[in-house]
Structures are given as C-alpha cells and as structure tokens.
C-alpha cells in the first residue's frame, strides 16, 4: 500500500487550507509516520547486538527530517561534503556518520576528517594510500561480483563500480592494518528497491561468512557489518511490503549463531533511506489545464525538478485527486508537468476520476529520493517543503527556490585566461 491511511486521514482534509496557505506545489512529510517506522525499526532489531540504522542523507536532505533521525539515536549514512556538513550541523558527530563515497578525492577525506571525524568506509585498495590521517577505525565496502547477482534496479555486481573485489578483501585489511588501522568494519549495498528480504537475509550472511575469512586470515575481529541500504517500498498499490519481521527474525538468529560459533559478533547496522522515509511524504500539486489530443493531458503546476523518478525510472507513483478519492476512475490521462521534455510525466495512461482545473493532485510516496534528486534543467525551480508535525500543525522547512537562486551562480568576478 503506497501511503498510509493514518497520512491521509491527517492530511487530505488539511490539504486544500494548505494549499491557500502555502500555494502548490509542495512535498509534505509525515513526522508520525517517519518515527513509528524508525521505532517499529529499533524495536524489529532490538535481538540484535548494537544494531544501529544509518540513515541514507541522500533520500531526504533535510535538517528537520535528520532531526527526528538523530532523536531515534540513528546515525547518518553520507557520500559527498555537503552531506557531511548537513549532519555534522544538526549535531551528529564522529561514529554517528558513515562516510561511504566513491571515486574520493583528497577534499573529501579532509572534511571527514574534521569536526571530530566520522566512519570512513574505504570504496577502493588504492586508496588506502591516499588517506591523509589514517584513522584507527576503517570499514571498506565490498562488492561480491558474480558471486551475486544483483537485484533488477542496482544491476549486476560485475558492472556496479562501487567497493572492493572478492580477491582484494584479505590484502585490503592487512594493508590498512600496516598503516595503523586497529578497528575494524565492513559494508556492502547489492540491492535497491528490494521487496524481498531473503535477498536481504543473504545479504547480512554474505559479510558474516567474509568477516570470518579475513578473521582468520588477519586475526580481525569485526566491530560491525553494514549491509547497506536497498530496503524497498510499494509503489503499486497491488505490491505486498518488504517483510520486515521477518528479515529482523531470521538476521537475529543468524547473528546469534554467528556469536555461538566465534565467541564474539559484530554489531549490525543498516543505512536505509527509502524504507524510512519514501512513503512517509507525498507532492501536492495543482491541476491547472488539460488538454484533449491523440491523448488526454491534465497538465500539473509541479514538473519533473520535483520528482524525476517517473522520468529516470518509469517508476510509478500513485495519485489521488483530492475530494475524488472514491470516484469511479473513468478516466485515463497523461499527468504532466510544464518542462519540455516528453518524459516529464507523473503518470502515464493512469485510469484517474475526471479531473478538473483546480483539482489537488497528491502523488504518493515522494519521501524519499525526490525533491533531493530536483534539478533545474529549463530554468524550472524546486518546490517547497513541508512537514505535518505529531499535534497536526504544519511548518515550512524548506522554501521554494526563486529566481535569485537560479541567477546566484551568474554572480562572479571576471575571470578570463589567454593561452601563452
Ligand atoms: C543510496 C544509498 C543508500 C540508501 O538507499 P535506499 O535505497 O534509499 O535505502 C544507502 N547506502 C548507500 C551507500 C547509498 O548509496
């Protein structure tokens, strides 16, 4: 089930009044259902060992969303400078942030190392030597090649350009070991969008059984193993929900045995973005034409820069036409938005209620991996957010970009170069 019925019942009767206040379009959070989905998290995992989520910044950029993160004790699963900063300037520090990025250059590996450092998980063997400060504790990330294969969204491990080979695992640990690592971690995220736990449960046995290699090799004994993000959400309102339970059970079990065979188990973390957050916010957008052509158009005042999913993906989002939410769906439309791109389409051949200008459209699941992917290719500007708050108050916490914005960057001094 895309949304859930508590989101809507709060929020579509306070959805037209929103729309008066703020003016459309916008994304809207779901504060109650961001926390009981981090609680029902922690309270899932609680029979597992130091079992921490880390939560993917990219999803959902926001200071007030990692607020309510921090407040559930979850850390923060980063991969550029800026999202360093954004962690570190709600209070996150040191082991609270994981730093995993990919193709690092030597600005990067400084701020990670400011401000009281944070987790640096390794993408690569060569960059062990590129490391300014090597820190006590080290994680790599690992990329299992034809020895899984990949879920359909990240595509085969062979071709993903992320983390270490099989074969370079043991030499990786040993060599950090040489440059003063004592603490040890290891990461890998093979999956995305997944429905499937099982693949999940593999994933979590996939780095027990390598920990155990390089534990006997190197004599390492593992702090933690991350297994990444990729935990997936319905879209379509037909597709059941990742198993959750079950996951947490049979990882649970699997740890414990894990602590009876070795005498010792590392923690186990996780660094989910779109299970946390993606149902838990929608976009709010006004119908304001239509068009009748070899196709019927409802053409939207919210474009692809505030979600570009169904563009880069296909991916489908679920509408609702406020006030028709029970309405026979008699109808099949093209929902677009105004950039000239054809893909720049919420929905395509969507059977939806006859809608009519001034219509409040409400396209689901946008919590996570949408205003942050926004661009402003053709000059189209990103849409507010807003958060519903636990007592039903509403609060800006980010504003629409202005044209201001769009110009900041024509904003410089002269700067020409003659060739000599
Ligand atoms: C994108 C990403 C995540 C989060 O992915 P979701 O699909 O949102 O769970 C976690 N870890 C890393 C390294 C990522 O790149």
Same mark, same amino acid.
């Given at each position: 089930?895309?949304?859930?019925? $508590?989101?809507?019942?709060?929020?579509?009767?306070?959805?037209?009044?929103?729309?008066?206040?703020?003016?459309?379009?916008?994304?809207?959070?779901?504060?109650?259902?961001?926390?009981?989905?981090?609680?029902?998290?922690?309270?899932?995992?609680?029979?597992?060992?130091?079992?921490?989520? #880390?939560?993917?910044?990219?999803?959902?950029?926001?200071?007030?969303?990692?607020?309510?993160?921090?407040?559930?004790?979850?850390?923060?699963?980063?991969? $550029? =400078?800026?999202?360093?900063?954004?962690?570190?300037?709600?209070?996150?520090?040191?082991?609270? =942030?994981?730093?995993? $990025?990919?193709?690092?250059?030597?600005?990067?590996?400084?701020?990670?190392?400011?401000? *009281?450092?944070?987790?640096?998980?390794?993408?690569?063997?060569?960059?062990?030597?590129?490391?300014?400060?090597?820190?006590?504790?080290?994680?790599?990330?690992?990329?299992?090649?034809?020895?899984?294969?990949?879920?359909?969204?990240?595509?085969?491990?062979?071709?993903?350009?992320?983390?270490?080979?099989?074969?370079?695992?043991?030499?990786?640990?040993?060599?950090?070991? &040489?440059?003063?690592?004592?603490?040890? *971690?290891?990461?890998?995220?093979?999956?995305?969008?997944?429905?499937?736990? +099982?693949?999940?449960?593999? +994933?979590?046995?996939?780095?027990?059984?390598?920990?155990?290699?390089?534990?006997?090799?190197?004599?390492?004994?593992?702090?933690?193993?991350?297994?990444?993000?990729?935990?997936?959400?319905?879209?379509?309102?037909?597709?059941?929900?990742?198993?959750?339970?079950?996951?947490?059970?049979?990882?649970?079990?699997?740890?414990?045995?894990?602590?009876?065979?070795? $005498? #010792?188990?590392?923690?186990? #973390?996780?660094?989910?973005?779109?299970?946390?957050?993606?149902? !838990?916010?929608?976009?709010?957008?006004?119908?304001?034409?239509?068009?009748?052509?070899?196709?019927? #158009?409802?053409?939207?005042?919210?474009?692809?820069?505030?979600?570009?999913?169904?563009?880069?993906?296909?991916?489908? !989002?679920?509408?609702?036409?406020?006030?028709?939410?029970?309405?026979?769906?008699? &109808?099949?439309?093209?929902?677009?938005?105004?950039?000239?791109?054809?893909?720049?389409?919420?929905?395509? &051949?969507?059977?939806?209620?006859?809608?009519?200008?001034?219509?409040?459209?409400?396209?689901?699941? +946008?919590?996570?991996?949408?205003?942050?992917?926004?661009?402003?290719?053709?000059?189209?500007?990103?849409?507010?957010?807003?958060?519903?708050?636990?007592?039903?108050?509403?609060?800006?916490?980010?504003?629409?970009?202005?044209?201001?914005?769009?110009?900041?960057?024509?904003?410089?001094?002269?700067?020409?170069?003659?060739?000599?």
């Amino acid at each position: 089930m895309p949304m859930s019925q $508590s989101f809507k019942e709060r929020l579509f009767p306070i959805t037209e009044q929103l729309v008066e206040h703020y003016g459309s379009p916008f994304h809207i959070y779901d504060e109650v259902g961001i926390r009981e989905t981090g609680e029902n998290l922690k309270k899932l995992f609680s029979g597992v060992e130091g079992f921490r989520e #880390y939560y993917a910044v990219k999803a959902l950029p926001n200071p007030e969303i990692l607020r309510l993160m921090l407040d559930m004790g979850f850390g923060f699963d980063c991969s $550029s =400078i800026g999202e360093l900063v954004l962690s570190r300037q709600i209070g996150a520090r040191g082991e609270d =942030i994981m730093f995993t $990025s990919n193709n690092t250059d030597q600005k990067e590996f400084e701020v990670a190392a400011g401000e *009281g450092g944070c987790v640096l998980n390794l993408d690569d063997i060569s960059l062990i030597d590129k490391v300014p400060d090597f820190p006590e504790l080290i994680c790599f990330r690992y990329n299992p090649g034809p020895r899984r294969t990949g879920n359909v969204i990240i595509g085969n491990p062979v071709e993903a350009k992320y983390g270490l080979s099989h074969e370079q695992v043991i030499d990786a640990y040993r060599l950090a070991q &040489q440059r003063g690592a004592k603490r040890f *971690g290891l990461h890998t995220m093979v999956a995305s969008n997944e429905l499937d736990y +099982t693949y999940m449960v593999e +994933t979590a046995r996939m780095v027990l059984e390598i920990t155990s290699m390089v534990e006997s090799e190197l004599g390492i004994k593992f702090e933690f193993v991350n297994i990444g993000g990729g935990f997936g959400i319905p879209y379509q309102p037909d597709q059941k929900a990742l198993d959750i339970e079950s996951l947490a059970s049979e990882i649970e079990t699997m740890f414990a045995d894990f602590k009876s065979s070795h $005498s #010792y188990v590392p923690r186990m #973390y996780m660094e989910s973005g779109r299970f946390m957050t993606g149902p !838990h916010g929608c976009l709010v957008t006004s119908a304001i034409n239509h068009k009748d052509i070899y196709r019927k #158009y409802i053409g939207v005042d919210a474009c692809m820069s505030a979600l570009m999913r169904p563009a880069l993906y296909e991916a489908y !989002h679920h509408i609702d036409v406020i006030g028709k939410e029970d309405d026979i769906k008699d &109808q099949v439309y093209d929902v677009a938005g105004s950039l000239c791109e054809n893909n720049d389409k919420f929905a395509v &051949q969507r059977e939806l209620p006859k809608i009519d200008e001034g219509d409040i459209l409400v396209i689901h699941d +946008t919590g996570a991996h949408g205003h942050a992917m926004g661009f402003q290719y053709n000059a189209k500007l990103r849409t507010k957010e807003l958060l519903l708050r636990e007592d039903g108050s509403v609060e800006l916490i980010r504003r629409e970009e202005t044209l201001d914005d769009y110009f900041a960057t024509l904003n410089f001094e002269k700067n020409c170069f003659s060739p000599k």
